[in-house]
């Protein structure tokens, strides 16, 4: 398995939710990892992405300030902190990776792809 997501689940609006994406020590050396979500009925959406050496993060907008997502080395795995949680952040969240450098936001660009997590927000 290259990616391995993990730490979904229900949460209150306004609360907090990590996930973390356990990848394999080739992916995780070299590759830009990030994440994307699904809501029911919607089409995927690009939500982060960390650089293989973790000096550049994105957001897309409706997370930006919200979200934060980090490496650990120690550990081949990803983190994306999710706080101030609303009803829109409800979705399937995937982990993906991909071997180009600079940012992309399509979901075709990205090599791999994790099992989704589901994250469900109570209002």
């Known amino acids: 398995v290259q990616l391995q997501a993990s730490g979904g689940g229900l949460v209150q609006a306004g609360g907090s939710l990590k996930l973390s994406c356990a990848a394999s020590?080739?992916?995780?050396?070299?590759?830009?990892i990030g994440w994307f979500r699904q809501a029911p009925g919607k089409e995927r959406e690009f939500v982060t992405q960390?650089?293989?050496?973790?000096?550049?993060?994105n957001y897309a907008d409706s997370v930006e300030g919200r979200f934060t997502i980090s490496r650990d080395s120690a550990k081949n795995t990803v983190h994306l902190q999710m706080n101030s949680l609303n009803s829109d952040d409800t979705a399937v969240y995937y982990c993906?990776?991909?071997?180009?450098?600079?940012?992309?936001?399509?979901?075709?660009?990205?090599?791999?792809w994790g099992q989704g997590t589901q994250v469900t927000v109570s209002s």
């Open positions: 993906v990776a991909r071997k180009g450098a600079g940012y992309s936001d399509h979901p075709y660009e990205y090599d791999f």
């Open positions: 020590p080739r992916i995780f050396s070299t590759y830009t």
């Open positions: 960390i650089s293989w050496n973790g000096a550049t993060t």
